[in-house]
């Protein structure tokens, strides 16, 4: 008699491990501008833990006019990754919109009084190219024929631009991290940190990110790059008669505000680290103002920023050579408002997953001037 044996079977266990009290990265943010306040809303997106320490005197972020213009003029070319920064930019001021409950971002038409034949000659070669077709519009004959005394050489409008309401922008971000608890109101204090342990006042932090602007002309650890203070001012002005509609452009930016108002500018001091406004900045936009519009206008008010620039007009990203706990989130500039949503999330991409930098912007490009000060 054949004995039939049982079928065998095979059992597979698979575990599956979950890390047990894995703790959150934790940053500290030096800076409540644009570069500070964005990395904080994204580390709040990505589960860090963070707090952001500012000293209340914001001197270059809210005083901007938060133009998000996607072309440089002078030759008509597109700003640098622009393709990428644009998307970036609109989907991150408009989740802060819902987020905080206000309206900040708004997109509005550049139009270009062209400057000289050649510039004209640069926008005809340039509509009609595949890359521009989402930033420039096509010359039309109302455009060569703009209403103004000033179009000598023709119009062109940009379209995807847009502004951000960097005057009301900021303080509403300040307002969220206060509410959040996340915002300490005081100076930063070097002699309190360890570069080595990124110890601030007894805490220990995986990260301090230094988001300071202008003010990291006096970090003690990264005041070796290149970065300068340039002053800049702007106006504010009443004129009635000049379309709210688009934002005209040459020589200088003026910039709709609704009921008849503007924002003028800008100055560009280099060096200058005050925010005192003077009569010669005043003189110098009056005359820009000229070659945009000859209608009647009342000046109402009058603002200086100090912007943190770069002589290769790149930022200033990465993590210090001989202390990698501490970071520099630095150097936008004046498109500042274009490039931080793209550019923070690639620096928390850095410091939290390891994915590279663009090397136009890893401060490892001057590491030659760090040798040169040591």
């Known amino acids: ?39 904080a809303q994204l580390c709040e997106d990505k589960g860090i833990d963070f707090r952001v320490v500012e000293k209340g005197t914001n001197e270059c972020s809210q005083m901007a006019a938060g133009i998000l213009n996607p072309m440089v003029f002078r030759r008509m070319n597109l700003s640098w990754r622009v393709e990428e920064m644009m998307p970036a930019a609109r989907s991150f001021y408009r989740k802060m919109e819902q987020k905080l409950g206000q309206e900040f971002y708004r997109e509005i038409p550049i139009r270009r009084l062209l400057a000289s034949d050649q510039e004209a000659g640069y926008w005809i070669k340039k509509q009609h190219l595949p890359v521009y077709a989402d930033f420039m519009k096509e010359q039309t004959a109302e455009d060569l024929d703009f209403p103004t005394t000033k179009n000598t050489f023709g119009t062109g409008v940009l379209k995807g631009s847009a502004c951000v309401n960097a005057m009301a922008y900021i303080p509403a971000q300040w307002k969220w991290l206060s509410e959040t608890g996340r915002l300490d109101r005081e100076a930063f204090d070097y002699q309190e940190l360890d570069p080595e342990t990124a110890d601030y006042k007894g805490e220990t932090f995986d990260y301090i990110i230094f988001a300071q602007g202008k003010d990291m002309l006096n970090n003690p650890w990264f005041r070796y790059l290149p970065l300068e203070a340039t002053k800049g001012e702007l106006l504010t002005i009443k004129a009635p008669a000049v379309s709210q509609a688009e934002s005209l452009n040459r020589k200088c930016f003026m910039l709709p505000l609704g009921n008849g108002e503007f924002r003028v500018g800008s100055t560009y001091d280099f060096g200058a680290d005050n925010t005192v406004i003077t009569e010669e900045g005043k003189r110098t936009i009056m005359e820009q103002l000229t070659s945009v519009t000859d209608e009647p206008y009342t000046v109402t008010d009058q603002q200086a920023g100090v912007r943190p620039t770069v002589k ?22 004046t498109k500042g408002y274009m490039l931080a949503p793209l550019l923070m999330e690639e620096l928390l991409g850095h410091l939290a997953e390891g994915k590279p930098l663009d090397p136009e912007t890893e401060i490892a490009r001057y590491d030659s001037l760090k040798n040169l000060t040591d």
């Open 1 to 39: 008699m054949q004995i039939r044996r049982p079928a065998s079977f095979t059992f597979v266990i698979i575990l599956f491990f979950v890390p047990v009290n894995q703790e959150k990265m934790k940053v500290l943010i030096i800076g409540g501008g644009i570069a500070g306040t964005t990395l």
């Open 312 to 333: 290769d007009r790149r930022p200033l990203l990465g993590k210090h050579p001989d202390f990698p706990k501490l970071v520099i989130a630095n150097g936008l500039g």
